[in-house]
Structure formats: structure tokens, C-alpha cells
């Protein structure tokens, strides 16, 4: 998971990129600062997979493992005619190196069910993964953005939170690969519109995940005399039902983790308390963010969170909130539906163990958000790298990848008979659901907005003052909003 949004570190990228724009074939970027890169390096090959990609502790220097911060020169169109042909069918040939966040764990395995798939079908082209330890890319993806070194390919949210990439002309459209693929044909027409910006599309998604879903432990909730099978309808039920199971001895009725994931809950309350319409209101100025709804909203929100533990949240990832419900020290949790794959890691059964829902109060809306993958202005590979975005958007991809992630295609010529029971249900709700964007992942705030809902939260966690984060996101949403 990447999650350190440098808004100050953009707004210096896009000056950078201003400065260097009429000039860009007869500089050579500086190279990134000695030591600064963390980078995790992994190359694979056809034939040859050479592995440095222990995330623990391996410290590799980018520009010396990968070649990328060899001199850039020319324009995008300059930089692609160097990249010359392979004499053999299956791929552009050369490295394609790839940001991505999915460093280790099952989000890994996910990233690996497509490296085994971008081997076999482009054996001439070598896979780099700049995969960062932790999965925190943005750090080490700003540094290279700002020396002008881009990767071929850098993973990011699609949506809001890729404008100021396209803004600061640091990507381009990839219109041509989403063609090629299929277009509408193949991705149904609402999410290409939700991706097309100033009539272009910026990046390829490789599936589609659901924010708004609660995680249970049946056997918890059944321990505090409750029906697991029966859903609270709204928040008012659901807190009703934290504190008889809070009163039952559970310390911990609902887990949270830092403060992506306190984001994550908020969004989650404002959704079910708002509605899709009012919610999506909050990003088009139409809904006031000082309003009353949204102050009973943030007083729901403080209200759950005196039923997780606190102490320990600030700094955890998402994990070990899953795990306390999965091991039924915790009775739910609200997470993205990557958690499904984490249950299944512990080999928990779906219905016995575990069961999910949608957000008390949010039935009948899906909180979607995409992970893709761009074009970098003047990346290095530029045909190599369009050969790993065929393969992000092609049904076999998103079918190997997706079945690992716990998301589902973001096409939509899928058969939900090959999922999962959970993924079965992902489906049929994002094509029959009121679609609406996360915040916590980008679909619905650019990255500036982003940090400081992320700061008010933050803030909110250590000071319990509702008051104070009510204006803090208003003021977040005057400051931000397009
Ligand atoms: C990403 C997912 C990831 C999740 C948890 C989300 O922002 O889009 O790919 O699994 O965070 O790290």
C-alpha cells in the first residue's frame, strides 16, 4: 500500500516538469540524490527469473540496478522511435520497469500471478519491479519524478487522484491500448467515462475493489447473543449493535488501523449517512461539507471509534485489523475487499468463519475504487512498457491477478462463475449498484485533498475534537476542490 501523499513534493514536480519542458532533449536529468532511493529491485525474464525483491531489508539503488536513470533525451514520440524492434515475436524486448505497491504478502502474490503471465506471452521483454519496501511508492516515484527518470509504468489510483500527474504532463493517454484492447466492448462504458479526462483516458485498470464492506466474526457476534444473520440497516442499528457486543466483554468491537484506514471508516459513515447522492455531492461542491448531515455523520464516525482500540491504530497498516476479526479477538472490521484474500490466506471459510456485508446503511451502493497502471511522459521503454498495459487490461490478466487480489475485472466480459463466492457477489453488485468513488483510495479527491482529509483525521485521532474535523475537511474541500 503506498500511502505518504507529498503534496508539497508535487507541487515542486510540477515545476520541475514546467521548467524543463521546452528543454527536455538537451538535458540530462540529474541523477536521483545518493541514497535516497530504497528501492526493492526485482528483474524477471523469460527464462530467467533473478530475484532481489526481499522487501525487508534489501536497499538497491535504482539508477545503478535498472539502468533508468541513464540519460533521457527527446520527446515521448523521440524516445519510443529509439526503442527498436525485436527480431522475434513476444514483446517490445528491453527492461520495462514498473512502480508498484503491491510489495509483498498477498498483494505480492497478486503482482506474481501477472509476472508468470507477462513472461510467458512477451519473453523478450524483462520485468523489472520497483516495488519499495513496505509498498510505500510515492516517496522514491516523486524523486524520480522530479529528476526527470521516469519508470516505464507507475501503479496509481484511478480517478481523481491521477489529475495532478496529467495536470503536471507527467503522463500520457493510453488511449490506443485501452482501443486495442477492446474498448467499450470489453470495459463497460461507465468506467471508461469515470476514467476519461478531457477526453482521454490515463491509465489501465487492472480491476475494480469495493470499499464499502464490513467484515464479521459470526462466532463473536453470535457469543453476545446477536443473529449474525441479521445486518444492522444503518448506523444507528449497527452502533446499537457494538455496544451490546462491546457489553458482552469484547474489548475491541471493531478493529481500525492508521490513519488510511480511519479515512477509509469516515468515508464508509459518510456514505451510509449521506446516501450516494448527497455523498457524491461532496465532490462536486453540491453537498456542503459544513452541513449538519455531514456533523451527525463525523459524530457516528467518533462514535465508532470508541469501540476500536485507538492506543494501538495510528501507524498500522490493514492486516491486523482483519487478522483480530479473522482470529475473533474483534467482532468487524470495515476494509476494502483485498481483505478477503487475507482470510483465505488464514484458511478461514467463507460463512463459517467470516462472513461481510455492505456498510450498514450503503446496501445497493458500490464504493469502487481501481488500481492501474500509467505511461510516464518520456519513460524509457515505451513499447515495453504498453506491452505490460496489454496485459493489465487483457481478460486473462485480470482473470489471473484478480482471483489472487480479491477484486474483481474491470472488464466486464467475465464470468463470475470463475470467482469465488465472495467476488461472485463484488460483481453482481458493481453491475447493478449506485457506483460512487472512494476517498480514501483516490477514485474522489486529488492527492492534495487527499493529505489534508488524511492531516484532519489524523489530528481528529489524537484529539477527539468532532468539531475541529468538521471544519478541517470543509476547509479541506474549499481549498482542494477543482
Ligand atoms: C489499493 C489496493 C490495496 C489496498 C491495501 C488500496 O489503496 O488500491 O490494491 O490492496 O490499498 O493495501
Redesign the pocket.
Known amino acids: ?3 505518504t501523499p507529498l503534496v508539497a513534493g508535487l507541487a515542486a514536480v510540477g515545476l520541475v516538469i514546467a521548467a524543463c519542458a521546452g528543454d527536455a532533449s538537451t538535458s540530462s536529468p540529474a541523477p536521483p540524490p545518493s541514497g535516497a532511493s530504497t528501492s526493492t529491485v526485482s528483474e524477471a525474464t523469460s527464462s530467467v527469473a533473478v530475484s532481489r525483491s526481499d522487501t525487508a531489508d534489501s536497499e538497491s539503488t535504482l539508477s545503478t540496478d535498472t539502468d533508468l536513470s541513464a540519460s533521457t533525451t527527446g520527446s515521448p514520440s523521440e524516445t519510443a522511435a529509439t526503442t527498436s524492434s525485436p527480431a522475434v515475436p513476444g514483446g517490445a524486448g528491453g527492461k520495462v520497469g514498473v512502480y508498484t ?2 510489495a509483498a504478502g ?2 505480492k502474490d ?1 503482482l506474481d500471478a501477472l509476472l508468470a503471465l507477462f513472461r510467458a506471452e512477451y519473453p523478450n521483454d524483462r520485468f523489472v519491479s520497483l516495488a519499495v519496501n513496505g ?1 510505500d511508492t510515492q516517496p522514491q516515484l516523486e524523486i524520480d519524478l522530479k529528476h526527470d527518470n521516469p519508470p516505464d509504468s507507475f ?1 496509481w ?1 484511478a480517478g481523481a487522484e491521477l489529475s495532478d500527474y496529467i495536470k503536471n504532463g507527467q503522463i500520457q493517454p493510453v488511449d490506443d491500448v485501452i482501443a486495442e484492447l477492446g474498448g467499450s466492448a470489453v470495459f463497460p462504458q461507465g468506467l471508461l467515462d469515470r476514467l476519461t479526462v478531457d477526453g482521454h483516458i490515463y491509465s489501465v485498470p487492472a ?1 475494480i ?1 469495493r470499499v464499502n464492506m464490513v467484515w464479521a466474526n459470526p462466532k463473536v457476534i453470535t457469543s453476545a447473543g446477536l443473529d449474525p444473520a441479521v445486518i444492522p440497516g444503518d448506523m444507528e442499528a449497527w452502533i446499537a449493535d457494538l455496544a451490546k457486543i462491546k457489553a458482552s466483554g469484547v474489548d475491541t468491537p471493531l478493529t481500525v488501523g492508521g490513519t ?1 484506514t480511519q479515512v477509509q471508516l469516515l468515508e464508509n459513515v459518510l456514505l451510509a449517512d449521506l446516501g450516494a447522492d448527497k455523498y457524491t455531492g461532496l465532490f462536486d461542491g453540491s453537498t456542503d461539507w459544513a452541513g449538519t448531515d455531514v456533523t451527525a455523520a463525523v459524530a457516528d464516525f467518533a462514535t465508532l471509534l470508541t469501540f476500536t482500540d485507538t492506543d494501538a491504530a495510528d501507524g498500522d ?2 492486516p491486523a485489523s482483519i487478522d483480530a476479526v479473522a482470529d475473533g479477538t474483534a467482532a468487524y472490521n470495515v476494509m ?1 475487499d ?1 481483505a478477503v484474500a487475507e482470510f483465505n490466506s488464514k484458511k478461514k471459510v467463507d460463512g463459517t468463519d467470516y462472513t461481510y456485508f455492505p456498510t450498514p446503511g450503503t446496501d445497493g451502493v458500490f464504493d469502487f ?3 492501474s497502471f500509467t505511461l510516464p511522459v518520456r519513460a524509457k521503454n515505451q513499447a515495453g512498457a504498453k506491452d505490460w498495459l496489454t496485459l493489465i487490461g487483457s481478460a486473462e490478466g485480470q482473470k489471473a491477478f484478480n482471483l489472487a ?3 474483481i475485472p474491470a472488464r466486464s466480459d467475465t464470468a463470475a462463475s470463475d470467482y469465488p463466492a465472495y467476488q461472485q457477489t463484488a460483481i453482481a453488485s458493481w453491475q447493478n449498484d449506485v457506483i460512487v468513488p ?1 476517498i ?3 477514485s474522489a479527491v486529488n492527492l492534495a485533498w487527499g493529505s489534508d482529509i488524511g492531516a484532519a483525521v489524523s489530528e481528529f485521532h489524537a484529539s477527539g475534537d468532532a468539531t475541529a474535523l468538521q471544519s478541517e475537511l470543509a476547509a479541506a474541500a474549499k481549498k482542494n476542490a477543482d
Do not use: F, I, P, V
Request: hydrophobic share 35%; charged share 20%; no cysteine.
Open positions: 500500500m503506498r500511502r505497491w503491491w498477498l498483494e497478486g509498498g501503479q489510483h480491476n475493489h488510511w497498516d490493514w476494502g483485498w475504487l481501481a488500481d487480489k480479491g477484486s472512494s480514501a483510495h483516490g
